[in-house]
């Protein structure tokens, strides 16, 4: 069954430091999203990616935070200088139509 | 700011009984989708419904859609210990892309 990957699994950081965590969908999916989940929290949407531009962000999703999709297959995020509060799972998301996702294992960052 | 309230948040039980899962919200919703959540894992797709009163069947679970796309439940029938996990209801808001709220999860315990 097709997978969406994400890497790396683990990412420890310094806090200032910038992070790219970086995710291959499913091939054949038009729309890309990012979501997080603080430890213990509800899972909580970040961005979503269609045709190459964002189509919809969340207030969390502010001026330090990029994506990008640098070819046919990867979709990266960016953090460009990370704070205690941005520790978190990162989860990638793709799909082709609005309904039913599939989720990549995440990547945990943690920030130090 | 939409809220998906999902409940009871711990079920612990002993296999072969029922059990129901609710999520409820005061905002309308295009689509409500159930996940289960494995520790350390993505959420993974269990079930989409889309119109109000919709009713599906995943072998011993029933999800249901409420007529006016405000709630949904998940109902299991003759649980079993294999049946153990986080399960997450997610909403999708009108008019969004991919912004899906999510409820806190149910973490259910059946006990053999």
């Known amino acids: 069954e097709p997978e969406v990957t994400q890497t790396p699994s683990h990412q420890v950081t310094q806090m200032g430091q910038e992070v790219i965590l970086r995710c291959v969908p499913i091939?054949?999916?038009?729309?890309f999203y990012w979501y997080r989940q603080i430890l213990g929290q509800k899972v909580e949407f970040l961005v979503s990616?269609?045709?190459?531009?964002?189509?919809?962000k969340s207030e969390i999703f502010d001026d330090q935070f990029s994506v990008e999709r640098p070819d046919g297959s990867n979709f990266t995020l960016k953090i460009r200088s990370t704070k205690l509060e941005d520790s978190a799972m990162y989860f990638c998301?793709?799909?082709?139509?609005?309904?039913?996702?599939?989720f990549g294992s995440g990547t945990r960052l943690t920030v130090v | 700011t939409q809220l998906l309230e999902q409940s009871p948040q711990f079920l612990s039980i002993q296999e072969g009984e029922n059990l129901t899962v609710y999520c409820n919200s005061s905002s309308v919703f295009s689509s409500l989708q159930w996940y289960r959540q494995e520790p350390g894992e993505g959420p993974v797709l269990l079930v989409t419904?889309?119109?109000?009163?919709e009713v599906k069947k995943l072998k011993r679970l029933t999800f249901q859609f409420g007529d006016a796309r405000k709630d949904s439940s998940l109902h299991i029938t003759a649980a079993q210990p294999g049946d153990t996990g986080l399960y997450l209801c997610a909403g999708e808001a009108l008019g969004s892309q991919g912004n899906l709220i999510f409820g806190k999860g149910t973490k259910l315990s059946v006990k053999p």
């Open positions: 990616f269609y045709n190459n531009e964002i189509s919809e």
């Open positions: 998301a793709s799909n082709t139509v609005n309904y039913g996702y599939t």
């Open positions: 091939s054949n999916h038009l729309y």
């Open positions: 419904v889309v119109t109000g009163g």
